[in-house]
């Protein structure tokens, strides 16, 4: 489950001399480098604390389960369950359900067999309810949006670092491509405490975002900015 926000204190960036390319976003990444066990954060817009987010990753035989969970005043809450499977990072299953005031999404999808199915169904005040039935070949190799957010911290992050994917955006239904880079350095002050962190790009989604992960391992995600909006999360727990 999850809950978001963050809040920052920033230093000058430090760049090696050559950047660090990874061509496969699986290279060097590590699960033990990260700390992924539950967390919160609080969501911060505009200066003003609007609510909380949870996420976390527990391990349950040959997979993962990820959970997570937001609110936003004055009236959006979210939350979502994936199972994803250990060694690839590729999903079994994703549940999401989404309100904002009286409209509502429900996503329920498993893959299996090369196929991705289930259904995302959306009702509002205006234009009722609709059920789109999802049933297609799935041979993206895209982890799931959702996921990505916990694997930037198991990626071997270092000055310069840059890798791209496809993940898959559950919501909209589509696979989208990424850029994942670090640019720079930064010493974050959130509730939790004073981190020094690389600052990590997510650029190519919408929106797209600006990750503070710790630079001591187990690395932990610190703070998450909006790109283009003043809506930051900041993490409330060590």
Not at 12 to 21: E, I, L, P, Y
Not at 63 to 87: F, K
Request: proline share 3%.
């Amino acid at each position: 489950m999850t809950w978001r926000i963050a809040a920052v204190v920033l230093i000058a960036g430090m760049f090696t001399s050559a950047a660090a390319r990874a061509d496969d976003w699986r290279d060097g990444l590590d699960l033990a480098d990260a700390d992924l066990s539950l967390f919160r954060m609080i969501v911060v817009n505009e200066g003003i604390e609007v609510g909380a987010m949870e996420y976390g990753w527990t391990r349950i035989g040959s997979r993962y389960l990820v959970e997570y969970r937001t609110h936003m005043a004055p009236n959006i809450l979210e939350t979502a369950s994936a199972l994803i499977d250990a060694r690839s990072y590729l999903p079994h299953n994703v549940a999401v359900k989404y309100t904002r005031g009286d409209n509502l999404m429900n996503v329920d999808l498993r893959w299996a067999d090369g196929m991705r199915q289930g259904q995302i169904m959306r009702r509002s005040l205006d234009e009722g309810e609709k059920v789109d039935e999802i049933r297609r070949t799935d041979d993206s190799d895209a982890p799931l949006r959702m996921s990505v957010f916990g694997l930037v911290a198991a990626l071997p992050l270092k000055d310069r670092f840059s890798t791209k994917l496809n993940w898959y955006n559950a919501t909209e239904d589509r696979t989208e491509s990424i850029h994942v880079r670090t640019n720079g350095r930064a010493r974050v002050k959130v509730p939790a405490g004073i981190y020094d962190t690389y600052r990590v790009e997510v650029r190519g989604a919408t929106p797209e975002n600006v990750m503070y992960v710790s630079m001591k391992k187990p690395r932990q995600i610190i703070r998450i900015d909006m790109v283009g909006r003043d809506t930051y999360f900041l993490r409330v727990e060590g």
